[in-house]
């Protein structure tokens, strides 16, 4: 769904602390969304739910399908840019999707990763509207603050 790859793009840009990206992304994610309520909600665990594999017994996960956040946990991974990936971080995209939608993950990500870079060059800031509208929705707009609540925790 569009709502999922922005979620995506979401999580890409908190990773690489790109918070004018992220909250464009969240902007466009709830504005593309039948249930803006339910998105904010989906938007305030994104990104707990794409470290879910990480560790830690606290993550929330709450509002997303196996699928939804195999693609999350996906999008997570990409933002690393590892030369090589450990297969139970690919695994639960591999289990949920088939070979063209691992292709469709896969763009949502790079395209994610490609704006972040110009974002990060060009330095424009967030739009006011978009802000406006994650404030409306009480969703956090600091990927400092989001990364720091999502830092794993041991058991």
Same mark, same amino acid.
């Given at each position: 769904?569009?709502?999922? $790859?922005?979620?995506?793009?979401y999580?890409?840009? /908190? *990773?690489?602390g790109l918070? @004018?990206?992220? /909250?464009d992304?969240?902007a466009m ?5 039948d249930?803006p ?5 989906? #938007?305030k @665990?994104a990104y707990?739910?794409?470290?879910? %594999?990480e560790?830690?017994?606290?993550r ?5 399908s196996?699928? *939804?956040? !195999? ?5 997570w991974?990409?933002?690393? =840019?590892p030369?090589?990936t450990?297969?139970?971080f690919?695994?639960?995209?591999l289990t *949920?999707?088939?070979? =063209?939608? /691992?292709i469709? #993950?896969r763009?949502t990500?790079a395209?994610?990763? %490609?704006v972040?870079?110009? !974002?990060? =060059?060009?330095?424009n800031?967030?739009s006011n509207? !978009?802000?406006a509208? #994650?404030?409306?929705h009480?969703?956090?707009t600091s990927?400092l603050?989001? $990364?720091?609540?999502?830092r794993?925790r041991?058991?």
């Open positions: 769904s569009s709502e999922l $790859r922005h979620l995506m793009a999580v890409v840009a /908190i *990773e690489k918070d @004018a990206v992220a /909250i992304e969240a994610a709830l504005l593309s969304s249930d309520a339910r998105t904010a909600l989906r #938007l @665990a707990s739910a794409a470290k879910s %594999l560790g830690g017994t606290d929330l996960v709450d509002g997303f196996k699928q *939804e956040r !195999a693609a999350l946990i996906f999008a991974i990409s933002a690393q =840019v030369l090589e450990p297969k139970r690919v695994e639960p995209a *949920e999707f088939q070979d =063209v939608e /691992i469709h #993950l763009t990500c395209m994610a990763s %490609l972040g870079r110009t !974002a990060a =060059v060009l330095r800031p967030p509207d !978009a802000l509208l #994650l404030e409306s009480g969703v956090e990927s603050t989001i $990364r720091a609540q999502n794993t041991s058991k």
